[in-house]
């Protein structure tokens, strides 16, 4: 939800749509961009009733503007992902069900997830993944603190520091150790600093996953 990850997702749907349509063609977006800073306080005080009414707020408005799908361009806050898809009458794209897909199509049974302290330490989001009958690890409670510091610190301003990278992929190999058979890059600015090439286990990027999948459905051929 930091600026730095809707930009992300701003380029890479209008980079998909260039890609599908060719010439000119880009996406319309309705795109809520909301205090990143502010709701991270309200996150840090358990006053999710707050939380869930501003991103419900954002997301009536997004609907209002013309929106047919509706996306929370984050991991954290799909903690009130009931509440925002309550407000609205579009329908909305939950990012663990988009992973669960893509997860299951390499026929995975067993997922590391790694995010910020918040997401590893509650369920909300794993107990959605493991909905989807997959085996979900997360990384000793130790790493949860490096890892928010890498996320807060550093990647949401932009700072993507290769022994950040190291680090990062020292605790995938150990979740490897602990029988994954792929991870989960469960925070957006993550992907700013893992790729492919940096796991031997196949990795799962929620943004890049989260837009194809809203590419496919806002592109998909209307019924004849």
């Given at each position: 939800m930091s600026w730095e990850s809707s930009a992300v997702y701003y380029k890479l749907l209008n980079q998909g749509v260039e890609e599908r349509l060719g010439g000119l063609a880009s996406a319309p977006i309705v795109l809520s961009s909301v205090d990143f800073g502010e709701l991270t306080d309200l996150q840090r005080e358990d006053r999710w009733d707050e939380v869930a009414a501003r991103l419900a707020q954002a997301a009536v408005g997004v609907e209002a503007a013309g929106a047919d799908l509706l996306l929370m361009c984050t991991t954290a806050f799909h903690k009130v992902a009931d509440e925002v898809a309550e407000a609205v009458d579009i329908p909305?794209?939950?990012?663990?069900?988009?992973l669960a897909d893509a997860i299951k199509a390499q026929d995975l049974r067993s997922v590391a997830f790694i995010g910020t302290a918040f997401a590893m330490g509650n369920t909300f989001f794993t107990d959605r993944l493991a909905s989807h009958d997959l085996t979900v690890?997360?990384?000793a409670e130790e790493h949860h603190e490096t890892l928010n510091r890498i996320v807060y610190?550093?990647?949401?301003h932009g700072r993507v520091l290769d022994s950040s990278r190291r680090t990062v992929v020292r605790i995938i190999e150990q979740l490897w150790d602990k029988g994954a058979e792929g991870v989960v890059l469960g925070c957006t600015e993550?992907?700013?600093l893992i790729k492919q090439a940096d796991s031997d286990l196949p990795v799962f990027p929620c943004t890049t996953l989260h837009v194809q999948a809203a590419l496919d459905a806002a592109m998909k051929p209307a019924p004849a």
């Amino acid at each position: 939800m930091s600026w730095e990850s809707s930009a992300v997702y701003y380029k890479l749907l209008n980079q998909g749509v260039e890609e599908r349509l060719g010439g000119l063609a880009s996406a319309p977006i309705v795109l809520s961009s909301v205090d990143f800073g502010e709701l991270t306080d309200l996150q840090r005080e358990d006053r999710w009733d707050e939380v869930a009414a501003r991103l419900a707020q954002a997301a009536v408005g997004v609907e209002a503007a013309g929106a047919d799908l509706l996306l929370m361009c984050t991991t954290a806050f799909h903690k009130v992902a009931d509440e925002v898809a309550e407000a609205v009458d579009i329908p909305m794209l939950h990012l663990a069900d988009v992973l669960a897909d893509a997860i299951k199509a390499q026929d995975l049974r067993s997922v590391a997830f790694i995010g910020t302290a918040f997401a590893m330490g509650n369920t909300f989001f794993t107990d959605r993944l493991a909905s989807h009958d997959l085996t979900v690890v997360t990384p000793a409670e130790e790493h949860h603190e490096t890892l928010n510091r890498i996320v807060y610190e550093e990647l949401v301003h932009g700072r993507v520091l290769d022994s950040s990278r190291r680090t990062v992929v020292r605790i995938i190999e150990q979740l490897w150790d602990k029988g994954a058979e792929g991870v989960v890059l469960g925070c957006t600015e993550l992907e700013m600093l893992i790729k492919q090439a940096d796991s031997d286990l196949p990795v799962f990027p929620c943004t890049t996953l989260h837009v194809q999948a809203a590419l496919d459905a806002a592109m998909k051929p209307a019924p004849a």
